[in-house]
């Protein structure tokens, strides 16, 4: 009797530990959005900053933040917040437990969002999330106080929502801040955080002979004797086209997982929506601007910006549908542009001094600017259309 008793005892006991040991992990969160997880994010609705695209926003590791504030340095900047809709998208679906979304001020002077409706697989889950308009101070994982940009995280714990797509629209900004110098009009989102009771990190695997190397600790001869070993395959197109991101070889693999993949359909179709919207409208391109002093000036960042994202995307469409109309809408662009550059000259927007740009206030966003339009020019190359002059206007 003693014996079954001392038994009874012990199978309460272990299944009491069992219970808090299930506790504690059905309490512990882990953050799932991230890059080199498998998340990605996307601005659905929207101009934003080529600069500061949503990608940020799920980037891995902590990125180094600015010493006053806290915040993180590089997030998403919206051009224009009405309506604007992001979505993130994790490795599968999972069980959500909340959800943290910090607002973005590179500067420390930016308009902040006031209110956004949260989503999961298409379903409303929070209405009017509201966020302040000033910055804030909040506890870092390390302990320390640190200034922030508003920021919320909503607790999804006791509603048990399983799902894999997190939307974020904007339903109402802020006044104008009154707190700075210099105020602007602009803003955005520099972090969307989502937490699962579910560690993604199993199934994300590396090959096991996959290793780092301390390149401070390899000598350069032994370096340069070594033979690596290659995880990707290396292709010479030579000077046929296309030929920067996607290849002939890659826009056919393409297509037959476009056979198979609702999402990636659902996606082209979504962009040929947007294509089709833009045909019909037509397009402007900036004329060069001085001003009253004859500096040349560049105050259309938000139209050069939506133009070279235009041309990337007919270039994936004609790319992946062979539709002719879509890379002759590309066509009509880059032969506009090219009779409008040798116009333009090197200058800045009003008060910003920095280094210059021929179509924008600064180098850096010539150069994001450039990264589109070759790839789309890439992409459409192979348009029957095209003739010699054309190609002689554009490319010189």
Same mark, same amino acid.
């Given at each position: 009797?003693?014996?079954?008793?001392?038994?009874?005892?012990?199978?309460?006991?272990?299944?009491?530990?069992?219970?808090?040991?299930?506790?504690?992990?059905?309490?512990?969160?882990?953050?799932?959005?991230?890059?080199?997880?498998?998340?990605?994010?996307?601005?659905?609705?929207?101009?934003?900053n080529?600069?500061?695209?949503?990608?940020?926003?799920?980037?891995?590791?902590?990125?180094?933040?600015?010493?006053?504030?806290?915040?993180?340095?590089?997030?998403?900047?919206?051009?224009?917040?009405?309506?604007?809709?992001m979505?993130?998208?994790?490795?599968?679906?999972?069980?959500?437990?909340?959800?943290?979304?910090?607002?973005?001020?590179?500067?420390?002077?930016?308009?902040?969002?006031?209110?956004?409706?949260?989503? *999961?697989? $298409?379903?409303? %889950? #929070? +209405?009017?999330?509201?966020?302040?308009?000033?910055?804030?101070?909040? @506890?870092?994982?390390? !302990?320390?106080?640190?200034?922030?940009?508003?920021?919320?995280?909503?607790?999804?714990?006791?509603?048990?929502?399983?799902?894999? *797509?997190? $939307?974020?629209? %904007? #339903? +109402?900004?802020?006044p104008?801040?009154?707190?700075?110098?210099?105020? @602007?009009?602009?803003? !955005?989102?520099?972090?969307?955080?989502?937490?699962?009771?579910?560690?993604?990190?199993?199934?994300?695997?590396?090959?096991?002979?996959?290793?780092?190397?301390?390149? #401070?600790?390899?000598?350069?001869?032994?370096?340069?004797?070594?033979v690596?070993?290659?995880?990707?395959?290396?292709?010479?197109?030579?000077?046929?086209?296309?030929?920067?991101?996607?290849?002939?070889?890659?826009?056919?693999?393409?297509?037959?997982?476009?056979?198979?993949?609702?999402?990636?359909?659902?996606?082209?179709?979504?962009?040929?929506?947007?294509?089709?919207?833009?045909?019909?409208?037509?397009?402007?391109?900036?004329?060069?601007?001085?001003?009253?002093?004859?500096?040349?000036?560049?105050?259309?960042?938000?139209?050069?910006?939506?133009?070279?994202?235009e041309?990337?995307?007919?270039?994936?469409?004609?790319?992946?549908?062979?539709?002719?109309?879509?890379?002759?809408?590309?066509?009509?662009?880059?032969?506009?542009?090219?009779?409008?550059?040798q116009?333009?000259?090197?200058?800045?927007?009003?008060?910003?001094?920095?280094?210059?740009?021929?179509?924008?206030?600064?180098r850096?966003?010539?150069?994001?600017?450039?990264?589109?339009t070759?790839?789309?020019?890439?992409?459409?190359?192979?348009?029957?259309?095209?003739?010699?002059?054309?190609?002689?206007?554009?490319?010189?």
């Amino acid at each position: 009797m003693k014996r079954i008793m001392l038994l009874l005892a012990l199978v309460a006991l272990i299944a009491t530990s069992a219970m808090t040991s299930s506790s504690a992990r059905a309490g512990e969160e882990f953050s799932v959005a991230i890059d080199n997880l498998g998340a990605t994010a996307t601005l659905v609705r929207g101009p934003f900053n080529i600069g500061h695209p949503i990608t940020n926003c799920i980037a891995a590791g902590d990125i180094p933040n600015y010493p006053w504030r806290g915040g993180p340095t590089w997030g998403l900047i919206l051009n224009q917040f009405e309506g604007a809709f992001m979505e993130v998208r994790i490795l599968k679906p999972a069980r959500i437990t909340s959800i943290e979304l910090v607002l973005y001020d590179y500067s420390g002077n930016f308009r902040y969002i006031k209110k956004v409706d949260v989503s *999961v697989d $298409g379903n409303l %889950v #929070k +209405e009017g999330v509201e966020f302040g308009n000033e910055i804030v101070d909040y @506890v870092d994982a390390q !302990g320390r106080t640190r200034k922030s940009p508003p920021r919320v995280k909503l607790d999804l714990t006791d509603m048990n929502i399983v799902g894999q *797509v997190v $939307g974020i629209e %904007v #339903k +109402e900004i802020h006044p104008m801040r009154t707190d700075v110098d210099n105020p @602007v009009g602009w803003g !955005g989102v520099g972090r969307i955080r989502v937490f699962s009771d579910e560690d993604f990190s199993k199934y994300i695997t590396m090959p096991e002979d996959y290793a780092v190397v301390d390149k #401070k600790a390899v000598a350069f001869s032994a370096a340069l004797a070594a033979v690596p070993k290659v995880y990707a395959e290396v292709r010479n197109v030579g000077k046929t086209n296309p030929n920067t991101i996607w290849d002939k070889q890659d826009i056919d693999r393409m297509k037959e997982i476009l056979k198979k993949s609702p999402l990636m359909q659902k996606q082209l179709a979504d962009m040929k929506t947007r294509a089709d919207e833009r045909i019909v409208n037509g397009f402007t391109i900036p004329k060069g601007r001085q001003n009253a002093q004859g500096e040349w000036i560049h105050v259309s960042g938000n139209v050069h910006t939506p133009l070279s994202l235009e041309l990337g995307d007919l270039g994936i469409i004609y790319a992946l549908t062979d539709e002719e109309k879509y890379a002759e809408h590309a066509r009509k662009i880059f032969l506009a542009y090219a009779g409008e550059y040798q116009n333009y000259r090197p200058g800045n927007r009003p008060g910003f001094t920095h280094d210059v740009g021929m179509l924008s206030d600064q180098r850096l966003d010539d150069s994001t600017w450039l990264l589109r339009t070759i790839r789309g020019y890439d992409l459409v190359y192979n348009l029957p259309s095209w003739t010699a002059e054309d190609r002689e206007l554009v490319e010189d």
